[in-house]
């Protein structure tokens, strides 16, 4: 009993630390599709790591079940929206800010 | 104790999103702000559900969830469109 605690305090702690990572890579970050690469990344694993230790704080239950569900949920969700949003902006012609080097690249829609 | 910890670095991690929502420069960055602060906040409930023993509002969390989702796409929709009426596929047909 004491081992599922400590593994689930891990997963939360690696949750926490993933969360405030992405919080503060959405302010290091340069422009708009750097800061979706942070908050994207950090937000699913962040909710994965939460809820699976949050699972086996619960034990097998009605509780766990329904955060099992939310896993699911937002495991395919967020990167869902996360890939909306890159897309919307991409459509409605936002740029991404490049180095020198690679700024002769095409980035319009449907080039290939 | 821990669950006092991982509430804490949500709400930090919340108000990080909320400044960022505030300051952003594009209205996309406010969005994906806005989406951050979303994801956080349904992990708060189920947090704050297993903290309290009150594993009941584990529904509330699994709810806010899917309006969130769904709010964020409708949002975006409504920003590339300008509208809610037109189906996406025939602006870009023309």
């Known amino acids: 009993m004491i081992l599922i605690e400590i593994i689930s305090w891990i997963f939360i702690i690696a949750g926490a630390l993933l969360g405030i990572a992405g919080g503060i890579g959405i302010h290091r970050f340069p422009d708009f599709y750097s800061r979706l690469h942070a908050a994207g990344i950090t937000d699913t694993m962040c909710a994965a790591a939460f809820l699976i230790g949050l699972g086996m704080q619960t034990g097998v239950s009605i509780a766990s079940l329904k955060l099992a569900l939310i896993f699911i949920f937002l495991f395919f969700s967020n990167p869902t929206a996360t890939h909306a949003l890159a897309d919307a902006a991409h459509l409605g012609g936002l740029k991404p800010e490049l180095d020198e080097n690679n700024s002769e690249h095409n980035f319009d829609r449907h080039t290939d | 104790m821990i669950f006092t910890v ?79 009426f037109t189906s996406g596929e025939d602006e870009q047909s023309k």
């Open chain 2, 6 to 84: 991982a509430t804490f670095a949500i709400l930090v991690t919340i108000s990080l999103a909320l400044a960022r929502a505030f300051m952003g420069p594009t209205v996309y960055d406010r969005i994906l702000a806005v989406n951050m602060v979303g994801t956080k906040t349904v992990l708060l409930i189920a947090v704050f559900a297993v903290l309290s023993e009150r594993t009941d509002m584990i529904d509330i969390a699994l709810t806010y969830a899917l309006i969130n989702f769904i709010g964020v796409v409708a949002v975006l929709k409504f920003v590339e469109q300008g509208n809610f």
